[in-house]
């Protein structure tokens, strides 16, 4: 059931959805948390779409918020959807004027009492989520370097601009690898003296996972790029040999292991409801990614910082 409010408050919005909840049968509460959602109008579809499909497995409130701004004057208007294409309530608000600069004003009314609560931007991420108004509402608040324009300069922002809570999809890309790399390692080997990771460029997701084997494994890890897709190559150097995960298509993987038989491993490149649904598994916060995006920025620091190297004089013209 869809209900279209326009000009409206927040009390109207609670009464539709205590109307409409009350019109199909369903409970008045069930919901684990609050998702808080915010987008515009070409990435809202995406965004809310995955978002429901998240609420069959974390039963939450959907709030969509899309800022409108412009100079028209405050208001805002109201979607909400009951039993569309999930178990949850989805309420998408559209602000006009200086509303748009305090919206969480008119989401603090809607939010779930007494449950968590999550703040996600699917688009561009804020240099410091926990400093927008709707960030500073969540315990958790998730961004998408790959949403911008420039991936790893908005990853060195996030790490500037961490906070307890904070998390961003290109760690959740590599809990894949991560978890396979791990299993590769907890079996004996000889000493990991290298690591070199290949990815598309601008890679974020490369980048963290650079950071967390360099954190990890005491030792320097390299990212160049390739074709793609994703992240395509990590290759361990041993004093035995080497040990790689290789993936070139974006669904199996190689694993090679200087004294064992190659084997092949599914390593399906995930969607954005099944990234969007692992974070909200766990809702404290995450101190390994906190580890490997610091280190990832202080490694990214010394490579721009280091001096170029000093022109060599050239040979005087011997005299004739």
């Not at 490149?269 to 920025?297: C, G, I, K, N, Q």
Request: net charge neutral; with cysteine; glycine share 10%.
């Amino acid at each position: 059931m869809i209900i279209d409010l326009a000009n409206t408050t927040t009390r109207k919005i609670q009464e539709a959805l205590s109307a409409t909840r009350h019109r199909m049968g369903g409970p008045a509460t069930g919901k684990v948390l609050t998702l808080i959602v915010v987008t515009d109008e070409a990435a809202q579809y995406d965004a809310i779409r995955a978002s429901a499909e998240v609420a069959r497995e974390h039963p939450c409130r959907i709030i969509g918020v899309i800022a409108r701004g412009g100079a028209s004057e405050s208001r805002f208007d109201a979607e909400v959807r009951v039993g569309e294409s999930g178990p949850g309530e989805t309420v998408l608000l559209r602000l006009y004027g200086q509303l748009a600069q305090h919206a969480d004003s008119v989401v603090l009314p809607l939010l779930v009492p007494d449950t968590p609560v999550v703040t996600w931007w699917p688009g561009s991420a804020p240099a410091k989520p926990s400093d927008e108004p709707l960030g500073g509402l969540a315990q958790r608040r998730v961004t998408d370097a790959m949403g911008g324009s420039d991936p790893l300069g908005t990853l060195k922002q996030l790490a500037k601009g961490y906070r307890p809570g904070d998390t961003d999809f290109a760690w959740a890309r590599i809990t894949p690898w991560r978890s396979l790399l791990a299993a590769a390692l907890d079996q004996p080997h000889a000493d990991v003296t290298g690591v070199k990771i290949e990815g598309e460029g601008e890679n974020p997701s490369g980048a963290l996972l650079g950071g967390w084997l360099s954190q990890r494994l005491g030792v320097p890890a390299d990212v160049s790029p390739s074709a793609g897709p994703g992240i395509t190559a990590v290759r361990l150097a041993t004093k035995a040999g080497e040990i790689a995960v290789t993936r070139p298509d974006g669904r199996v993987a190689t694993l090679s292991r200087y004294d064992q038989p190659d084997r092949q491993v599914a390593l399906q490149r995930r969607s954005t409801a099944d990234l969007l649904a692992e974070e909200l598994r766990r809702l404290d916060p995450d101190e390994v990614y906190h580890d490997s995006v610091e280190r990832f920025a202080k490694s990214a620091e010394v490579t721009t910082s280091e001096p170029e190297p000093a022109a060599k004089p050239k040979p005087r013209a011997k005299k004739p």
